[in-house]
């Protein structure tokens, strides 16, 4: 085992060249390092890769909807009209099912989840406050497709028994003082509606929207309440004076992270919309989102088919609605989650 | 005057502080709903062999033949199984050196924006992932290579890295540096003190993030319906369509036979028992773990 300087490849620069140079330690010396080169080239790699899925979601879901790209062009997200067996394909109906169920979820869920997030973090002593917590975020732990089954068998009937009838009637009355229907309630009641998507929408989004508010009120100073606890104010008032308003920020994060959410759900919304391929015109009309569109419809043409191009080119849609949404929302909530740990090294 | 204003205000706490309980009450009653419900339309058809037999056949009770019989989950289990273990194989390596890169290397631009996208990465629905993973195996194999054990495993997989390599730099943050310098002073290559003492120092706090990102692949059924879409033998190898838990639930549950109806509420329930008490553990293990 005589291996001569010469052999074990050129000085590393920290050796001192007087020295006379040990082979073995020059070996292991360089070892060490490619290794560690390694190591970290390979985090490297992997973290990068990461980057690179993210682009090739983008880039494989334009390949696999190039030709109803380039035959419908801008038609495709502003025509009204789906109808595959004359070739039509215009994805508004869909594209207005997403915004006005995860609107009206929002509308739903928001002060739900505020209200939530407060109790938690600023009124509610610990120990009833953390087991709730718990508890809360346990709805987040039901799978999505458990709550289309509970959405069909219980809050379907539900919604179209006790619910929806007393709104019917309200527009009822309001048509027969002002002659005026409110086209919101209009329309025969069957339960699979978009206002049950709606509400389903709206109980799966309280665990993400109520955590992530609950994260941003508890990143507020203690100092932002004392201030205000000690000039008199009751708890009440220290939230809503001080507390909020400098959370304020967070919260519209966690509101759109949850909208993000709404936006791409799929199982319980597709197990309750209703599934009709044009725009609704009331809430108990039925629908159909995105997401719901390209669970029902995925079918019912042969892979590679120009049907099945256009789905793909709708989830081109919703993948870019969410990122949108998703990138807006980790601006908003990135400096405040991220902002506190300093660096490591 | 004065006392009458300070009893309004604290009326006005009283109140407030009764609404916000209200909401914390309005969101627990249909997660009561949820479990009661699966519990009285799944409770009475769970026992061992629902877990190991195959599927209900299609059946409507007729005079001759009053009830049918119920069948089980069996091929769903198993499917689910290999899809978990081969994603994990798939997605927590990967991760865990990601999440490694993020925490000890990636100080600079690239970090930050790796970081950044991995979040928003969290946020793409789970279905837009599955046409993905579909259109991806359209183009490199043709049809007839996408509905697939592997293609399954892949959108999966897709799911869980983001999870696990935020979780894992999250993790490694918390390591105090005097760890890495007491590695580095006992003269320990970099590599190997990442490796050995950080990693191995942050291990529960991993390990919580990769049971995170294996509970939410477990539940997801709408990627599978795209890419594993199902197999009344279970897993018959990679390149052959697998049954899974949770889109059995779908096609079962929206079926127009009782029979079918019941097992898929059985699905159900031993779903929701898998993850919530997945969920608690995780929690009380993380508790104690930063106490």
Redesign the interface.
Known sequence: MSVGPSAAGPDPPDAPPSEPANPFRLIFRHR?RI??F???N??????????A??G??VL??V??SKEPILRYGLNFVAGSTWSPNQAIFGALPFIFGTVMTSALALVFAV??????A???SE??PKWIAEP?G??????A??????????G???LVPFMRDTVDPPLRSVNAAASHAIHYPIPLFAGSVIGQDVFTASVILA?MI?PTI?AISREALRAVPAAQREAALSLGA????ATRISVLNYARVGIVGAII?GL??A?????AV??TIGNSDSIPNSLFGQGQTI?SL??NE?FND???SLYVSA??EA?LV??II??V???G??LLV?RLVKGA?G??? | MRFDRNARRRWMNWIMSALALLCVVVALVPLGSIIYTAVTFGGHVLSFSFLTSGYPLACSPTPSQPTCPVGGIGPAIEGTGVLLALSSLFSVPPGILAGVYLSEFGRGRLGRSVSFFTDVMTGSPSIVVGIFVYTLFFLFFGPRGVFSALSGAVALAILMIPIVTRTTEEALRLVPNSVREAAYALGIPRYRAVLHVVLSAARGAILTGVVLAVMRAGGEAAPLLLTALGNPFGFQGLTQPSASLPPIIFNFGTSAYSNQVAVAWGAALVLIIIMLCISLTVRFALRSKLS
């Open positions: 060490v290794l560690d390694l190591f970290r390979s985090t490297l790699f992997f973290a990068v890769g990461i980057l899925i993210l090739t979601f494989v879901l390949e696999g002060p739900l989840s505020l209200g939530i407060i109790f938690l009124l509610a709730l718990y508890i809360v975020e346990l709805l732990a039901v799978p999505s497709v458990v709550f289309g089954l509970w069909l068998a219980v109980i309280i109520s009751t708890s009440w008032e992270l993000g959410r936006v791409g759900e799929t199982m597709t197990m997401a390209i669970a995925f042969t892979p590679g789905i793909i989830a919703l993948l969410t990122l949404i998703n990138i929302a980790r990135w740990g660096p490591v090294e």
